[in-house]
T-cell receptor, first 113, second 114 residues
């Protein structure tokens, strides 16, 4: 069965600093890969997705992610973090005929002023 | 375009009571999902419908959880009887058939079992 690991449970960065959130997956083939953001009390919002092609994908709110097949990773990056980026971030893989999503445990991002 | 609607937003019950959650998907989305998100964890898929048929319910605790989507549109998830460990946010999502990239989530129902 597929699995998703987000090694960092909490990350704190200063506003304006760069950000990288790690995601590793375990699956026999290349899955569909996603990053979602969840603000307190809110539902999940899709930031970006990778299906095939260019391994560097751009998303909303200035986020990007890079798929590295050799490392089974799909890390999320942002060059300059804003205070409003404080939230929980989830990596997910979509596999199977029904393309069901399997989520990682999440990384909580805190932003220092 | 209206998003995925869920109600209620919050529910507090005592253990052994029953509770039901309702979800109305995005118009035209034949696939509907229910996820359970326990505090501090990522969402876990409980059940997936395509129209009114079940695609996958392998992680649904069938001794106490049930779900239906009788007319292939809105859906109800029920817990009977509830346990303390059922305290979680229950997220509903919908998508086009076999198009996981079109999956959108509702705001969730936060359940607290005392």
């Amino acid at each position: 069965a597929q699995s998703v690991t987000q090694p960092d449970i909490h990350i704190t960065v200063s506003e304006g600093a760069s950000l990288e959130l790690r995601c590793n997956y375990s699956y026999g083939a290349t899955p569909y890969l996603f990053w979602y953001v969840q603000s307190p009390g809110q539902g999940l919002q899709l930031l970006l997705k990778y299906f095939s092609g260019d391994t560097l994908v751009q998303g909303i709110k200035g986020f990007e992610a890079e798929f590295k097949r050799s490392q089974s990773s799909f890390n999320l990056r942002k060059p300059s973090v804003h205070w409003s980026d404080a939230a929980e971030y989830f990596c997910a893989v979509g596999v199977g005929a029904g393309n069901m999503l399997t989520f990682g445990g999440g990384t909580r991002l805190m932003v220092k002023p | 375009e209206a998003g995925v609607a869920q109600s209620p937003r919050y529910k507090i019950i005592e253990k052994r009571q029953s509770v039901a959650f309702w979800c109305n998907p995005i118009s035209g989305h034949a696939t509907l999902y229910w996820y359970q998100q326990i505090l501090g964890q990522g969402p876990k898929l409980l059940i997936q419908f395509q129209n009114n048929g079940v695609v996958d319910d392998s992680q649904l605790p069938k001794d106490r959880f049930s779900a239906e989507r009788l007319k292939g549109v809105d859906s109800t998830l029920k817990i009977q009887p509830a346990k303390l460990e059922d305290s979680a946010v229950y997220l509903c999502a919908s998508s086009l058939v076999n198009r996981v990239e079109t999956q959108y989530f509702g705001p969730g129902t936060r359940l607290l079992v005392l």
